[in-house]
């Protein structure tokens, strides 16, 4: 099967109340999140649309190639909230990039969350990625990430 085959999305399900962890890849794997001014674009969209009630954001990790999002379902569907979120912040980076290529690879990757015990492993896993691919020694070091708990 083809990675872009439409078989893959297959069984996903998107529920309110249901929590997520996602990675969204740079297209082609290009560092252009290691730039500050596109990292924070990445992070306030991530907290804007959490104030908006349209998703309860628990962590988010911006790497230099990717991002991993922890978060809850409060009123739309994943795709649609995937989609505007990949949409608004392509927009910006290129406007404050000034570049025209692609952003965002096309889809994410998305996995479900049973229960409180896997949202905080997931939430851990995301914190401790710039600690794994060398970065920094502790997470705390990395400046573009944002958790809804004190850690």
Request: hydrophobic content about 45%; overall charge negative; proline content about 4%.
């Given at each position: 099967m083809s990675p872009t085959s439409c078989q893959l999305r297959r069984g996903r399900y998107s529920g309110t109340g249901h929590?997520?962890?996602?990675?969204?890849?740079?297209?082609?794997?290009?560092?252009?999140?290691?730039?500050?001014?596109?990292?924070?674009i990445v992070l306030d969209s991530a907290?804007?649309?959490?104030?908006k009630g349209?998703?309860?954001?628990?962590?988010?990790?911006?790497?230099?190639?990717?991002?991993?999002?922890?978060?809850?379902?409060t009123t739309e569907p994943l795709a649609t909230l995937m989609r505007s979120m990949k949409s608004?912040?392509?927009h910006e980076i290129k406007r404050a990039l000034?570049?025209?290529?692609?952003?965002?690879?096309?889809g994410y990757h998305d996995r479900g969350l049973r229960d409180e015990k896997g949202?905080?492993?997931?939430?851990?896993y995301c914190l401790q990625n710039p600690v794994r691919a060398g970065l920094v020694?502790?997470?705390?070091?990395?400046p573009h990430w944002w958790c809804r708990w004190e850690v």
């Open positions: 929590a997520y962890l996602l990675t969204v890849c740079c297209h082609q794997r290009h560092p252009l999140l290691q730039r500050e001014c596109a990292a924070g907290q804007w649309l959490d104030q349209r998703m309860e954001s628990l962590a988010v990790v911006v790497m230099p190639d990717h991002v991993h999002l922890v978060m809850r379902l608004f912040t392509a000034v570049r025209n290529e692609p952003v965002w690879q096309r949202i905080r492993a997931a939430v851990d020694d502790d997470f705390h070091q990395h």
